[in-house]
């Protein structure tokens, strides 16, 4: 069975992952290679009814292992009706945020059991791992100027220190899983930056 190419994004809100998503996929189109962008929550008819329920501010009452639960079942939906298949086809499959954005935000930022969730991950994901995760990296200062007057969601309105902890979690899981997770400086030019990535993606391609 042929098997496509897993790439995830991580990293916390304003980091710029919706610009190196999209030029990753100039890339691939450019060079005709087969892909599928998904995103977190969402990427299915429930998945994105899941996520309305999550990022609505109104809802600033939700207890945390509530928002991990709906997480995990917009997750599981996502791998199992989409991400597989496309990747027993021997697509490159493009997710914004996967599994280790509940380790960064429901563990580390909300205080969750790591262990749990782990657990929880495991079976969101049918054992499923990215082939390679970028962390794209920023500055609470850099967040705070990139984000500005915009409109915020439930999560992105959480106070400083909550973004303080999930930066130092992502930065704590790359160490602790440093094949697979790969940390960028968010603040440099998105040229450099999409080129960094464009070179990591081809040596996952040739392996």
């Known amino acids: 069975m042929k098997k496509g190419i897993f790439i995830t994004f ?16 100039d890339r691939l189109q450019a060079a005709g290679i087969s892909y599928l962008l998904l995103r977190e929550p969402g990427g ?20 945390a292992i509530t928002e991990l639960l709906l997480y995990s079942a917009s997750r599981y939906q996502l791998t199992e009706s989409r991400i597989i298949p496309a990747l027993e ?3 490159v499959v493009i997710c ?8 960064a935000y ?29 962390i794209l990296d920023i500055t609470l200062d850099e967040r705070h100027r990139r984000l500005g007057r915009k409109s915020l969601d439930r999560l992105e309105k959480e106070a400083l220190d909550f973004h ?28 450099k930056l999409s080129n960094q990535i464009w070179e990591h993606f081809k040596l996952i391609k040739e392996t």
């Open 10 to 25: 991580e990293g916390i809100d304003g980091s710029g992952k919706t610009t190196q998503i999209n030029a990753l996929i």
């Open 44 to 63: 299915t008819e429930i998945g994105e009814k899941i996520r309305d329920i999550l990022l609505d501010k109104n809802h600033h009452r939700m207890c």
């Open 89 to 91: 086809a021997g697509a």
């Open 96 to 103: 914004d945020r996967f599994y280790d954005s509940t380790t």
């Open 106 to 134: 429901q563990g580390y930022g909300r205080g969750i059991d790591l262990d749990f969730i782990r657990q929880l991950n495991t079976v969101a994901t049918k054992s499923l791992a990215p082939d390679k995760t970028f």
């Open 164 to 191: 303080q902890r999930v930066r130092a979690g992502f930065l704590k899981m790359a160490k602790d899983e440093s094949q697979r997770l790969v940390v960028l400086n968010g603040n440099q030019n998105p040229d």
